[in-house]
């Protein structure tokens, strides 16, 4: 399986568990709160679209990659900025760092892989 598939099965689920986990039942704002479940169903789509070879499926994957990388774009540089104050998960910002950050590193990766992987039709000869 590729990477940006696997990866995306794997992080369609872990990434709302993740937000679920650490923000518990604070809502605020719930757009913190709501932006890594539809990320994660983005994901869980797309990779369902590529595990079941669907003509469109890298676009599916090239468009949930870049949701999630834009959307942790400012929740890594934001989290980096206050690094030093306890989260609201009462983990230590340095940690939450962290973890973005990774997955932040996973997402630019798994999108630029579903990117530079040659189309169906580019493959096979056809303009």
């Known amino acids: 399986m590729r990477f940006e598939v696997a990866a995306a099965w794997g992080m369609g689920v872990v990434l709302p568990l993740l ?43 090239a468009a949930a990659w870049g949701v999630l990388a834009g959307g942790l774009y400012g929740s890594f540089f934001g989290q980096l900025e206050q690094w030093r104050a306890v989260d609201v998960s009462g983990q230590s910002g340095l940690f939450v760092v962290c973890v973005k950050g990774v997955l932040y590193a996973v997402s630019i990766v798994a999108l630029v892989c579903t990117l530079r992987r040659p189309h169906a039709a580019g493959a096979q000869g056809e303009s």
């Not at 719930?30 to 789509?45: E, K, N, P, T």
């Open 19 to 61: 937000e679920i986990l650490r923000r518990k039942t604070n809502f605020h704002p719930i757009a913190s709160y709501v932006d890594d479940l539809i990320a994660g169903a983005l994901l869980l789509f797309a990779a369902r679209a590529a595990s079941r070879k669907r003509p469109n499926a890298d676009a599916w994957l």
